[in-house]
Each structure stands twice: as structure tokens, then as C-alpha cells.
């Protein structure tokens, strides 16, 4: 089983809509998540952390459920400017808390 | 204030030449990381370092080496490239390990070799 796993995509809406990504990760000892948003040909940057049961920020919530080990990312009203791809990364893997593992991202794309 | 920067952008190699990836934060990280990305596939770490003087190998390190002589500075070398090195490389730094975990990345070198 892959350490994170992530739906590709890509996730076509259109502006306004409400879209939802899962991601689903091996390692049960994992404690921190984290989402980054990914442009094209651009380096990752973060966009939520989640330390507990879930994050709220503006129009994105994260929520995470241990007992299952999958964490989501809901976004509200999307925006032209949300098309990117959104990477899933729980704490740990093979480096312990040292690094993070990331997953190979969701993409979505909003449309006009 | 630069962030994390890395040198060159771009390059072009043949197959058995050497080069040298430069990484440079300005942040005072202790930590710092190399990854390749390739097409359709996450981040994967190459090898990363926990401190000045110190290096460890991620889940890719094999054809690749990495030096830390100074803080601020993660080097990253092929010695013998292989079209299979050809990838997007990004560098990162965050601080010691401490509650919050966010990594800052590099702007990436684009690296083909022929």
C-alpha cells in the first residue's frame, strides 16, 4: 500500500461550486497533516495544517479521521484562482518526524 | 529576506557529466531537504539533512550525494547523470522540530539530461 494515496484527477467545476478531495495514508502514527497547493511548474506552498480532529479557514476545511486514516479538504465557492493541484501530507513515513511524505496530488480545475 | 533559493534554473546534460545543485535559505533552517518530482508522481525525497555537517538519505538517494558544509547551504550532486535523473528538483528548509511543520520550497531546477 502506497504511504498516501490521492485521487488525480482531474476535478473540472465551475466557479461557486463546492468540491471535496480525500486522501487516505499508511502510517498510523502520524500526528500533524498537512495540504499544499501545487501551480503549475511552480514549488509547493502550504495552504492548511491539521493538528487535531480538523482546520477551518475561509472557504477551505480540512477534516481528519484517525480511526480510518483519511483526511479531506473541502473547498467553498471555488474561485478561477483555486485550479491547481493539492497535495496531501501526513508527518512521518520512513524518516520518523523528520520529514514529510507527500502524496502525488489532486487536480482541479475551475472554469469560468 | 530570499526565502529559499536554488541555482541554476534550468540545465541540460549529457548522459555521464557531473553538475552540482546549489541550495541557500536564509531563514536560519535547521532542517533541509531535496526532492525530485516527475510526471504524475508526488514529491520524493532524495536526501535531507538535520543540521550543519550532517546528511541522510531519503527514499531516492541512489546516483546522488549531498553536502552540508554550512548552515545556510544544502548542495546537492550527480556525479555520473543518467537520463533517469531527468526531473524537476526542489529544495526546502523548515526549523527544528517543533509544533509547527511547514517547509518553505525552493523554486525548483529543471534538469534534463540527454
Known amino acids: 500500500r502506497k504511504e498516501v494515496e490521492q485521487d488525480p484527477g482531474p476535478f473540472n467545476v465551475p466557479e461557486g461550486a463546492t468540491v471535496a478531495f480525500n486522501c487516505t495514508y499508511s502510517n498510523s502514527a502520524s500526528q500533524s497533516f498537512f495540504w499544499y497547493r501545487q501551480d503549475c511548474r511552480k514549488e509547493p506552498k502550504l495552504l492548511m495544517s491539521?493538528?487535531?480532529s480538523g482546520n477551518e479557514d475561509g472557504r477551505f476545511t480540512a477534516q481528519l479521521n484517525r480511526a480510518s486514516q483519511y483526511i479531506s479538504l473541502l473547498i467553498r465557492d471555488s474561485k478561477l484562482s483555486d485550479s491547481a493541484t493539492y497535495l496531501c501530507v501526513p508527518e512521518g513515513g520512513g524518516t520518523g518526524r523528520r520529514a514529510l511524505t507527500f502524496g502525488s496530488g489532486t487536480r482541479l480545475q475551475v472554469q469560468p | 529576506n530570499a526565502g529559499v533559493t536554488q541555482t541554476p534554473k534550468f540545465r541540460v546534460l549529457k548522459t555521464g557529466q557531473s553538475m552540482t545543485l546549489l541550495c541557500a535559505q536564509d531563514?536560519?533552517?535547521?532542517?533541509m531537504y531535496w526532492y525530485r518530482q516527475d510526471p504524475g508522481m508526488g514529491l520524493r525525497l532524495i536526501h535531507y539533512s538535520v543540521g550543519e555537517g550532517t546528511t541522510a538519505k531519503g527514499e531516492v538517494p541512489d546516483g546522488y550525494n549531498v553536502s552540508r558544509l554550512k548552515k545556510q547551504n544544502f548542495l546537492l550532486g550527480l556525479e555520473s547523470a543518467a537520463p533517469s535523473q531527468t526531473s524537476v528538483y526542489f529544495c526546502?528548509?523548515?526549523?527544528?522540530?517543533?509544533?509547527?511543520?511547514?517547509?518553505?520550497f525552493g523554486p525548483g531546477t529543471r534538469l534534463t539530461v540527454t
Open positions: 526546502a528548509s523548515r526549523q527544528q522540530l517543533r509544533d509547527y511543520y511547514e517547509q518553505y
Open positions: 491539521v493538528y487535531s
Open positions: 531563514m536560519n533552517h535547521e532542517y
